[in-house]
């Protein structure tokens, strides 16, 4: 098992609205006491609650509860750590406060896995310098991934017919499950694998190999 899982907001709030948070870290082999998450995760879920109205009060209601269960990210600002924050801020118009907080997080994690919903952040990755790309190699997290995996696990029509409780949260599930419950299988995970192919041609190596939670 992973010593540590740092979630972004938006892949909590994808899971939670598709009702799969729980089988993910299952199924990735995360315990709820390896969760750790950005300090501002709480406010963020409750200012969406005020002023969002696309999804349920029970949805931002369960991501408030999650967050305030899991650890706060903690990142030692030593000089290593300044360091790392003034190069990092080179790339403020790709990779958000938020993605920052959690790559700095993962400097002194020896062993991690890091769950984002962020593309524009994962396709930023490779133009970092070399250590920090190499830290951050094969422990990424897509949402095509965990889908991908699910699907696996649980069989395809729990899945789609979870999915498709929210499926306009995420673009690319919108289009991979186009068809509502029309879509197949195969035309599913075909349209799947190939956000994740395009994600490993911009950051080769970045993601997971999903193989090893089979």
Same mark, same amino acid.
């Given at each position: 098992?992973?010593?540590? +899982?740092?979630?972004?907001?938006?892949i909590i709030h994808k899971l939670l609205a598709l009702e799969l948070f729980d089988d993910?870290?299952? %199924?990735?082999? &995360?315990?709820r006491s390896q969760l750790q998450v950005l300090p501002t995760a709480k406010y963020w879920f409750q *200012? !969406?609650?005020?002023?969002?109205?696309q999804y349920s009060e029970a949805i931002w209601d369960a991501g408030i509860e999650l967050v305030s269960e +899991?650890? %706060? &990210?903690? %990142?030692?600002?030593?000089? *290593?750590?300044?360091?790392?924050v003034e190069y990092l801020s080179q790339f403020n118009n790709q990779i958000h406060q938020g993605e920052r907080d959690l790559i700095l997080a993962?400097?002194?994690q020896p062993d991690f896995l890091l769950m984002t919903g962020d593309k524009v952040c994962m !396709?930023?990755?490779?133009?970092?310098?070399?250590?920090i790309f190499q830290r951050l190699m094969g422990r990424v997290v897509c949402l095509e991934q965990v889908v991908l995996i699910l699907i696996r696990r649980l069989g395809f029509g729990v899945v789609q017919k979870r999915v498709l409780l929210n499926v306009d949260c995420d673009k690319a599930l919108r289009a991979c499950f186009g068809s *509502?419950?029309?879509?197949?299988?195969d035309n599913v995970v075909l349209d799947l694998l190939g956000y994740v192919d395009d994600l490993q041609k911009f950051a080769p190596g970045l993601l997971v190999d999903v193989e090893k939670f089979r």
């Amino acid at each position: 098992m992973s010593s540590v +899982c740092f979630l972004d907001n938006d892949i909590i709030h994808k899971l939670l609205a598709l009702e799969l948070f729980d089988d993910a870290i299952d %199924v990735l082999q &995360i315990s709820r006491s390896q969760l750790q998450v950005l300090p501002t995760a709480k406010y963020w879920f409750q *200012g !969406q609650k005020k002023k969002a109205r696309q999804y349920s009060e029970a949805i931002w209601d369960a991501g408030i509860e999650l967050v305030s269960e +899991c650890q %706060v &990210i903690y %990142v030692e600002r030593d000089e *290593g750590w300044l360091a790392e924050v003034e190069y990092l801020s080179q790339f403020n118009n790709q990779i958000h406060q938020g993605e920052r907080d959690l790559i700095l997080a993962t400097r002194s994690q020896p062993d991690f896995l890091l769950m984002t919903g962020d593309k524009v952040c994962m !396709q930023a990755l490779p133009k970092l310098s070399e250590e920090i790309f190499q830290r951050l190699m094969g422990r990424v997290v897509c949402l095509e991934q965990v889908v991908l995996i699910l699907i696996r696990r649980l069989g395809f029509g729990v899945v789609q017919k979870r999915v498709l409780l929210n499926v306009d949260c995420d673009k690319a599930l919108r289009a991979c499950f186009g068809s *509502g419950d029309r879509a197949t299988e195969d035309n599913v995970v075909l349209d799947l694998l190939g956000y994740v192919d395009d994600l490993q041609k911009f950051a080769p190596g970045l993601l997971v190999d999903v193989e090893k939670f089979r």
